[in-house]
């Protein structure tokens, strides 16, 4: 089955910097392309980023641009999310999801980061 | 605001029939693949349609997907308790080279 799990997820201070990580499982991961997506309290889904199988393709949304980096191994199995100069309005349930550019089939349950003082 | 807009909430009797819409431009579904997604607060979001129309292995036929021009319909019909839930619709906007999901509509059965 296949399966991906998120972790990561803290309280950290407005500025702060933290790492998502995915792993996941029961699919060929180096053939597939991921996410991430967000949840604000509240509110609905946001897009966050997309890499590539080979991670030579990644898209951002606005809102995280210049802040976030997205990268994967391979070889690990492993997605993850590099979150720089963290705000408030970052504050969302993380979600790791399998997927190209016009469906995402397979998502993790997410990790909560909280951006407060 | 989202590029894509969905109606807030719908709510029909059980056994009804409810359509979700998905308006957005042709920078994203006008020449784009449209999925919907269900998601039950506390659990992950699932995909219901892939490539418009498609369901994947599992989705009962009560779900449908159908788009024209620069709009996508997710229609529900037999309407089930359990289908109360958050409905989005998503593409990708070849413009902004962006993924882009709907604001979500609240299925509610009366």
């Known amino acids: 089955e296949e399966h991906l799990v998120e972790s990561g997820g803290v309280v950290v201070q407005p500025g702060g910097s933290l790492r998502l990580s995915c792993a996941a499982s029961g699919f060929n991961f180096d053939d597939s392309s991921l996410h991430w997506v967000r949840q604000p309290p509240g509110k609905g889904l946001e897009w966050v980023s997309l890499?590539?199988?080979?991670?030579?393709?990644?898209y951002y949304a606005a809102s995280v641009k210049g802040r976030f980096t997205i990268s994967r191994d391979n070889s690990r199995n492993s997605l993850y999310l590099q979150m720089d100069n963290l705000r408030t309005e970052d504050t969302a349930l993380y979600y790791c999801?399998?997927?190209?550019?016009?469906?995402?089939?397979?998502w993790g349950k997410g990790t909560t980061v909280t951006v407060s003082s | 605001q989202s590029l894509l807009t969905q109606p807030p909430s719908v709510s029909a009797a059980p056994g009804q029939k409810v359509t979700i819409s998905c308006s957005g431009s042709?920078?994203?579904?006008?020449?784009?693949?449209v999925s919907w997604y269900q998601h039950v607060p506390g659990t992950a979001p699932k995909l219901l349609i892939y490539?418009?129309?498609q369901r994947p292995s599992g989705i009962p036929d009560r779900f449908s997907g159908s788009k024209s021009g620069t709009s996508a319909t997710l229609a529900i019909t037999g309407l089930q308790t359990g289908d109360e839930a958050d409905y989005y619709c998503?593409?990708?906007?070849?413009?902004?080279?962006?993924?882009?999901f709907g604001g979500g509509t609240k299925v509610a059965v009366l």
């Open positions: 042709s920078s994203n579904i006008g020449n784009n693949i």
């Open positions: 490539d418009d129309d």
């Open positions: 999801v399998k997927g190209g550019f016009y469906y995402m089939d397979v």
């Open positions: 998503g593409t990708w906007d070849s413009t902004l080279s962006v993924a882009v």
């Open positions: 890499i590539s199988w080979n991670g030579d393709f990644i």
